[in-house]
């Protein structure tokens, strides 16, 4: 029986060789045997998985909004103040004006345009934004079919806001400012979604 000790970061692991009758008489590479070998990397790979365990995921949070992204700027500006990085932040503008006002406003990432939605909603924890993300040709045209689609169909949780300028009414819901809506979807509703996600 022997003992080999390799140093892996500042962590040392023990590696126990023993010789066998499935290996006896055979020597491995530079002369250790199979059987050490394979529990130093049974050891490595242990090591590795926990490293990766300890590392934090943070939650990806698509904001999308179209025309001036004035709407979109005010959510990412308090999901910023509540959050900060433990959140990943990514503005999705139906336009480019849109997206830039909502990366000024702190998100980590941005892009605009239809393919950029699609491809983007899919791989999401959670999307935020006005109701009218998801109604096809709203905001004067702006949101494609295949935009609201890609919104409507990704399995991740929606957080809608009850803003539009279309000629429609949804009943139940009271009239709110701005403020007050971005303040019930940050510091409630956002925290509950997200201990589910």
Same mark, same amino acid.
């Given at each position: 029986?022997r003992?080999q000790?390799?140093r892996? *970061?500042a962590k040392k692991?023990?590696h126990h060789?023993?010789?066998s009758?499935?290996?006896?008489? !055979?020597?491995?590479?530079a002369?250790?045997?199979?059987?050490?070998?394979?529990?130093?990397? =049974?050891?490595c790979?242990? =090591?590795? @998985? #926990?490293c990766?365990?300890?590392v934090?995921? %943070?939650?990806?949070?698509?904001?999308?909004?179209?025309q *001036?992204?004035?709407?979109?700027?005010?959510?990412?500006k308090y999901?910023k103040a509540?959050?900060g990085?433990q &959140?990943?932040?990514i503005?999705l *503008?139906t336009?480019?004006? $849109?997206?830039s006002? +909502?990366? %000024?406003a702190g998100a980590?990432k /941005? $892009?605009? *345009?239809?393919? $950029? &939605? /699609?491809?983007?909603?899919?791989? $999401? !924890? /959670?999307?935020v934004?006005?109701?009218? &993300?998801?109604w096809?040709?709203a +905001?004067?045209g702006e #949101?494609?079919?295949k935009?609201?689609?890609?919104?409507?169909?990704?399995?991740? =949780?929606k957080?809608l806001?009850?803003? =539009?300028?279309?000629n429609?009414?949804i @009943?139940? #819901?009271?009239s709110e400012?701005?403020p !007050?809506?971005v303040?019930i979807?940050?510091e409630?509703?956002?925290?509950?979604?997200?201990?589910r #996600?």
């Amino acid at each position: 029986m022997r003992y080999q000790t390799t140093r892996i *970061g500042a962590k040392k692991v023990l590696h126990h060789a023993t010789k066998s009758n499935l290996f006896s008489g !055979h020597e491995g590479i530079a002369g250790v045997e199979p059987a050490a070998g394979f529990v130093a990397f =049974f050891y490595c790979v242990l =090591f590795f @998985i #926990v490293c990766i365990e300890k590392v934090p995921v %943070r939650k990806q949070i698509c904001v999308i909004d179209g025309q *001036g992204g004035g709407i979109g700027s005010t959510l990412i500006k308090y999901l910023k103040a509540a959050h900060g990085e433990q &959140i990943e932040l990514i503005a999705l *503008g139906t336009n480019a004006i $849109a997206a830039s006002q +909502m990366l %000024r406003a702190g998100a980590n990432k /941005c $892009a605009s *345009g239809e393919n $950029a &939605i /699609c491809h983007t909603t899919a791989k $999401a !924890h /959670c999307i935020v934004g006005p109701v009218t &993300i998801t109604w096809a040709n709203a +905001m004067l045209g702006e #949101v494609t079919p295949k935009m609201a689609e890609a919104v409507t169909t990704s399995p991740a =949780f929606k957080l809608l806001l009850p803003l =539009f300028q279309e000629n429609a009414e949804i @009943i139940g #819901v009271a009239s709110e400012p701005l403020p !007050h809506l971005v303040q019930i979807l940050v510091e409630k509703r956002l925290k509950e979604v997200l201990n589910r #996600v």
